[in-house]
Structure formats: C-alpha cells, structure tokens
C-alpha cells in the first residue's frame, strides 16, 4: 500500500446511537485509517474530542481487544473502578470479555487526540453498564444492531 498522510483523511463526527444516548459524543471527530491501509484485520482510529465530549459511552466489548494512547492534551479515563487522568503519551488496553465499561471524557478546556486500536470481529458485540443498551454482532459486515438489554430494538 502507498503511504498516506492522516491530513488527507477527512475527520467525520456523528454516531450509531439512538438518540437519547448520542449527545455524549457530539464534538468526537474521527480519522478512520483501517480502509485506507488496505487493513481488514482490525481497526485503526484518530480521535479528536472537543472539551465535553466523550469517546463513547461506557462499554465494554465481547471478542475484541482494544488499545488507546492519548497523542495531544489530556482526558479523563473512566472505568469500573474510577477515574483515572490521561495525557500525551499514557496508553490504556482492555482484553476481549473482560467487563470493564470504559470511556474517555475530555474535561478540559483544550482538544484531546488519541490513536485507538481495536479488532474488526463480527462475532463483537457491546455491553453498556450505565445505560439500557447492547450492541449486537455483525456491526462490520451487517446487520449489527443496538438494542436495549431485554432485546427490543430501538
């Protein structure tokens, strides 16, 4: 594959959430640099959060690892067991399976930028501590879906 620069990748916004759970992610903007790799593997992801925003809602993954580094500024980590700062150069990982709903928050005044890395299973899926929400497998291939935790779709 050619070499690319992450400026000629255009930063997208917006979600997959219903509704009511969006608002959390407003001011998350993303590069994503899978496709262009050539990668199908797993998934490779710029993030820029503006003050407020968070990365996602807490959550926790089924089959896939996933690895984060903070790159500029500073967020809060929130996981099961607290809040934990994060800046330029601190890394974070959460095995497949393991029931850790994790986000990050950017509290401060300044844009946060991290790299995350993840898998692209479709035997994935999410659980949402806080929240009545599950993310279904066959969000990569189809037909992935939210729902809430009895089932019901959204």
Not at 75 to 83: D, K, Q, R, S, Y
Not at 129 to 153: C, M, V
């Amino acid at each position: 594959m050619p070499k690319f620069s992450i400026a000629e990748i255009e930063e997208t916004g917006g979600t997959g959430y219903p509704p009511e759970f969006a608002g959390v992610v407003d001011g998350r903007l993303v590069r994503r640099l899978t496709a262009p790799a050539g990668l199908t593997q797993f998934g490779v992801n710029l993030v820029r959060l503006k003050p407020g925003a968070w990365s996602a809602q807490r959550h926790w993954h089924t089959h896939e690892d996933e690895f984060a580094v903070v790159m500029e500024g500073e967020a809060m980590l929130v996981t099961n067991a607290g809040e934990t700062p994060m800046r330029a150069g601190d890394c974070v990982g959460f095995p497949a399976g393991e029931p850790d709903g994790h986000c990050l928050i950017n509290r401060s005044q300044a844009d946060c930028v991290f790299l995350v890395v993840g898998g692209r299973l479709d035997a994935d899926g999410a659980h949402y501590p806080d929240i009545d929400l599950e993310a279904k497998p066959g969000r990569y291939s189809g037909p992935g879906r939210f729902t809430r935790k009895d089932g019901t779709p959204y």
